[in-house]
């Protein structure tokens, strides 16, 4: 929470792998003090955790990196939310909230919203594939995702470029260090997609249609019943906009990822133009190779032992997703990105009772864009004159910009 070592911290998250093959080398558990937790980086330390939700509790899942000046939480406070979020959830609240989205992320829901997708991915490309150049997360990687998941959703097309402004913002303001006024704006900006959501609750709650957003309304309360408490009213919204990020930022990252070291490996590029077949391992590859979910936050809920560190009831713990994911016990030659690797299991989506709903939905966007660009670009090469800097999160790893030209 604190403000200062946000210069070791940034280190750190820029590039987290050294500190993940620290861990994984050290006996035991290592604290990591930038992080203030206990760093779980073996794939086996790591399966462990998330089997066992009952003694690693999701609540401090979210943690933000940084606690909003007063003035920004004010504003907030004219907000919605603040209440528990499927990810946060344990136990039986995190099945009541869980079920829903995993109903509305089904494997035919998510079948049926393919052709909008790819549709909106071709004319995405249209837009810039006479001009030879293009910054790539801006011009794609920031849309598609964000049109997709609100599609399935039920969000207007005209309400979604706010949608997935009020998530950066969100991020933004609960990661980043942020000069106050710039806190404040940024709290405005979630208040105003909170708003947004409330609205979309309220109308979907008197008159529902065929969509998610109707279906988490009538989990909470079933449609027709009295109006809508201001306290269901928090919950939905909190649903909604937790729902909404997590299937937008997290592909927005992957998308990013995935092109950059495909790229930065010419060969593999070629060989997935030359063998399009090979796109849904070159997308498993890239979700290894480089999380867009670094990891997430667990408390123990009692004392436990793990890989030998005694752990009192009420240890933070960061689980490294990313690091399990570069452990050689389970994926030889780990920092290889190599798209013909034979197919390990990675943990990139999580695992067990948390495990990510959307994980189907996520690698379609990914597998429609590569083939997408493979067909149309297959000369794209990164921009010489504009290097790439990644953002410094653990939560969506992405380069900020991506230049391409061809
Ligand atoms: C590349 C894209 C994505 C990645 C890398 C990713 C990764 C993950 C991971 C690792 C978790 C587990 C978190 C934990 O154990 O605490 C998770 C959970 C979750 N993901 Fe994803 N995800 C992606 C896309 C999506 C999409 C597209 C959606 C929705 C449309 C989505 C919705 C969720 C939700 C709701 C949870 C919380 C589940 C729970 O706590 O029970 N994700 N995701």
Not at 169 to 174: I, T, V, Y
Not at 186 to 204: F, T
Not at 316 to 339: C, K, Q, S, T, W
Not at 398 to 406: A, E, G, N, Q, V
Request: hydrophobic fraction near 40%.
């Amino acid at each position: 929470m604190d403000r200062q070592p946000h210069g070791r911290l940034d280190e750190l998250l820029r590039d987290p792998y050294p500190h993940y093959e620290r861990a994984r080398h050290t006996g035991g558990l290592t604290h990591v003090a930038e992080l203030d937790a206990w760093m779980v980086a073996r794939d086996t330390d790591v399966r462990e955790v998330l089997r066992r939700p009952e003694d690693f509790s999701s609540a401090n899942a979210l943690r933000p990196d940084v606690l909003p000046s007063p003035a920004a939480l004010a504003v907030l406070g004219r907000g919605f939310g603040g209440r528990p979020v499927v990810v946060t959830a344990d136990g039986a609240l995190h099945q009541r909230l869980r079920t829903p989205i995993v109903r509305g992320l089904s494997p035919a829901r998510v079948t049926a919203v393919l052709p909008y997708a790819a549709e909106r991915a071709a004319a995405l490309v249209d837009s810039f594939a006479a001009d030879g150049s293009v910054e790539f997360m801006s011009a794609y990687a920031h849309r598609l995702p964000g049109e997709v998941i609100g599609r399935i959703v039920g969000i207007d097309p005209a309400d979604v470029p706010a949608v997935v402004h009020g998530g950066h913002r969100a991020e933004e303001l609960l990661f980043r260090p942020l000069k106050e006024a710039e806190q404040v704006a940024a709290a405005e900006d979630v208040v105003a997609m909170q708003q947004l959501l409330d609205r979309y609750a309220q109308r979907r709650h008197a008159e529902p249609r065929e969509d998610l957003c109707s279906e988490l309304v009538a989990s909470v309360l079933p449609p027709g019943a009295a109006e809508l408490t201001l306290e269901e009213r928090h919950e939905l919204v909190a649903h909604l906009q937790n729902l909404l990020l997590a299937g937008h930022l997290t592909t927005t990252a992957l998308l990013g990822t995935t092109v950059l070291h495909l790229l930065r490996h010419p060969d593999q590029w070629a060989l997935l133009c030359a063998e399009p077949e090979r796109i849904p391992a070159a997308v498993e590859e890239a979700a290894r190779y480089d999380s867009a979910l670094q990891g997430f936050r667990r408390v123990t809920t009692r004392p436990v032992t793990l890989a030998g560190t005694e752990l009192p009831a009420g240890a933070a713990l960061f689980v490294a997703f990313g690091g399990a994911n570069r452990d050689p016990e389970r994926h030889p030659r780990p920092d290889a990105f190599d798209i013909t690797r034979a197919p390990g299991r990675h943990l990139a989506f999580g695992l067990g009772a948390h495990g990510c709903p959307g994980s189907k939905l996520a690698r379609e966007q990914l597998r429609i864009t590569l083939e997408e660009l493979t067909r149309r670009l297959p000369g794209l090469r990164l921009a010489e004159d504009d290097p790439v800097v990644m953002r410094p999160t653990m939560i969506h790893r992405s380069p900020y910009r991506l230049r391409l030209t061809w």
